[in-house]
């Protein structure tokens, strides 16, 4: 609560909004104690006096009634019919909406069939006809603006419940035996919520306007009762001779309105939890840079990553999720970045091409090098041209990162032609090609397939042929065997490999398996909490690892024919990377650890084969 109030608070529109609409109620709800002129009596003597006349305060109408005191009751009346009929079609609309769109099926169709024998009416006529039948009078015309209002929220209601049942959480519940009445209430509800109080709180407005057209039509309040609506229609005649009757009621429902609609889009802000950590914010296209100096290039190399820092900045917190990582790459080599979940690993990855997405995302300090080139705060317009071209990327899950609705052969030609100006025919047949090339069989159907009728194998390998495309020197693979059962991740293992061979590529390899990493990778980098821990060629490490956490990551891996052999956890999880010890990041979790080790700064010495640690397993 504390924390939506201070979101809400720093929206000043919300804010802006919220002070008006308090003043407005504030005066209405003491209206009665208000020292004001009875709203009804009316003085023919005094007609159309003018506001701030020396007579009453906004003037009179044309019974010389005072306008101030119809005003205030006026209000009342329109805000407490507008607040009534918007939670009345709010609710019957969103519960028609949740259970149309949870249920589906033949319940979806006669209910919506229902809503939209509803909609087929203008509305205005629907809601006269409604008052027509019931007879003129505000709570007539109170239910007849809620009912026509009903078909809006069902609609709007069921489309977002139809995508939320499908979801794997919906699926979840199911499987845990919940039954349909607590996986509406627990699961669907509180994630339709925010979306019916925003439509509430915008079509409040928007009901008060309907209301006051009905009652501008004199099927609303009867006279002598004020509400807006029958305000501005006995001011209609004397619009041109006394137009403040007219402009004092009109004034208020856009005062209202405004601020209703101003303050509804601050709730909705501050109530999406997405919204709440930026991520709904649009990214900028490049990580924003803040660095102090630029570290003198070191080794060549075609790729060289140096003292690399990326950090999250959320509020005041700082998540150094990369803290000074240094690799190079050469060409045709395959580099394993190995480490646990949440490392640090992506984040290297994505920095290299400005892909972090800012905010929250900043890198600090360091440099990318490709062939000399700093590439970190390198112009927009270069890292584009470089991304997919150069550089490429194959991710853990491709189906996310396919196009649903375009056939799998168009999305590889439109990754070759956004680089090189190719026909579309000519690009279609390289994308057939390409496909053969990751081992599709029968490749010229496949390319026009739809991602979903692709297996996941199959998707990732359409992945590695998007990275593909364009003949990158470099391929950065983060975890793309994750998401596989081994015997397909082997399969893909053993085509990046074949490919390296006869392309030269230089694949950057991230995983969390160190089984996965003696297939195919040259060197391995250890990473724990944002840094290099240990780094060497794949079989020395592997035979002899010389870092505590390396050694219990080599041991957490089984092995085929090994005899029997317990399998070790590693004890405790990876520290926060907004609150990182002084000394060794795995001080906390190492059997080894004394007092030096969390004394402060270790340094990765040694080359070639490098090492952060105080205790090591063997002498490197
Ligand atoms: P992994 O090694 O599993 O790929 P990541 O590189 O994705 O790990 O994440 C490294 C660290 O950065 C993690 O501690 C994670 O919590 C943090 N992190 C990643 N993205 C964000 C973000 N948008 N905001 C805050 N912290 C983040
Ligand atoms: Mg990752």
């Not at 509180?190 to 925003?198: A, E, F």
């Not at 709904?280 to 924003?288: F, N, Q």
């Not at 956004?418 to 090339?437: F, I, M, N, Q, T």
């Amino acid at each position: 609560m504390r924390l939506f109030l201070t979101l809400l608070a720093r929206n000043r529109l919300a804010v802006f909004g919220a002070a008006v609409l308090a003043f407005v109620v504030l005066v209405v709800l003491l209206a009665p104690l208000l020292p004001l002129a009875d709203p009804d009596v009316t003085s023919t003597g005094d007609r159309f006096l003018r506001p701030l006349g020396g007579g009453p305060l906004l003037g009179t109408d044309h019974l010389g009634r005072d306008l101030l005191s119809r005003l205030v009751w006026g209000t009342r009346l329109s805000l407490a019919v507008g607040v009534a009929a918007a939670v009345l079609a709010g609710s019957i609309g969103a519960a028609i909406g949740v259970v149309a769109g949870y249920f589906g099926g033949s319940i979806d169709n006669v209910v919506m069939r229902g809503v939209d024998m509803l909609m087929a009416f203008p509305y205005i006529l629907l809601a006269l006809a409604i008052v027509a039948a019931l007879g003129p009078g505000l709570m007539n015309a109170l239910i007849a603006v809620a009912a026509v209002n009903v078909p809006f929220f069902a609609r709007n209601i069921r489309g977002i419940t139809v995508g939320i049942a499908h979801k794997e959480f919906v699926d979840a519940a199911r499987l845990a035996g919940m039954g349909h009445g607590r996986i509406l209430i627990s699961e669907i509800v509180p994630n339709v919520l925010p979306v019916v109080v925003v439509a509430m709180s915008t079509t409040i407005g928007w009901m008060i306007l309907e209301t006051a057209g009905l009652s501008f039509l004199g099927l609303g309040s009867q006279p002598p009762q004020a509400d807006l609506g029958s305000m501005l229609g006995e001011a209609r005649a004397a619009l041109i001779t006394a137009p403040h009757t007219s402009v004092v009621p009109g004034v208020m429902i856009l005062l209202i309105v405004m601020s209703i609609n101003l303050l509804g889009d601050g709730v909705r802000d501050a109530l999406d939890p997405r919204l709440r950590s930026g991520a709904l914010s649009r990214p900028m296209a490049a990580t924003l840079v803040d660095r102090a100096g630029v570290p003198e290039p070191k080794g060549a190399g075609l790729l060289s990553i140096e003292d690399l820092r990326t950090e999250f900045r959320v509020g005041p917190r700082r998540y150094k999720a990369v803290g000074g990582v240094s690799l190079s790459l050469a060409p045709g080599e395959c580099v394993g970045l190995i480490g646990e979940s949440g490392s640090g690993k992506s984040v290297t990855a994505l920095s290299v091409m400005g892909l972090v997405a800012s905010p929250p995302g900043v890198i600090t300090g360091g440099a990318v090098r490709l062939e000399g080139e700093d590439l970190i705060g390198a112009p927009y317009g270069r890292l584009r041209s470089l991304r997919g071209d150069r550089v490429a990327y194959i991710f853990q899950d491709p189906l996310a990162t396919l196009h649903p609705l375009y056939r799998v052969g168009d999305q590889l030609a439109e990754a070759i032609r956004v680089h090189h100006p190719v026909s579309r025919a000519e690009a279609g047949a390289r994308a057939v090609k390409l496909l053969a090339d990751v081992r599709i069989p029968n490749a010229e159907a496949r390319a026009r397939a739809f991602p979903h009728e692709l297996s996941g194998g199959m998707r990732q390998r359409v992945g590695i042929a998007m990275a593909l495309a364009n003949e990158p020197e470099i391929i950065i693979a983060d975890e793309p065997t994750t998401a596989l059962d081994v015997t397909v991740q082997a399969q893909i293992l053993s085509l990046l490999d074949d490919l390296r061979r006869k392309r030269g590529l230089a694949i950057l390899f991230i995983t969390h398996d160190f089984g996965v990493v003696g297939q195919l990778c040259d060197r391995v980098a250890v990473m724990y909490a944002g840094r290099i821990v240990e780094e060497g060629r794949t079989q020395e490490v592997l035979s002899a690892p010389a870092h505590p956490y390396t050694k219990r990551l080599i041991a957490c891996v089984p092995e085929l024919g090994g005899g029997r052999r317990r399998l070790e956890a590693i004890p405790g999880l990876p520290p926060a990377v907004d609150a990182l010890p002084a000394g060794c990041a795995f001080a906390p979790r190492c059997a080894k650890a004394d007092a030096a080790c969390r004394a402060g700064e270790i340094a990765l010495a040694g080359t070639g084969r490098k090492l952060r640690c105080l205790k090591p397993e063997v002498i490197a």
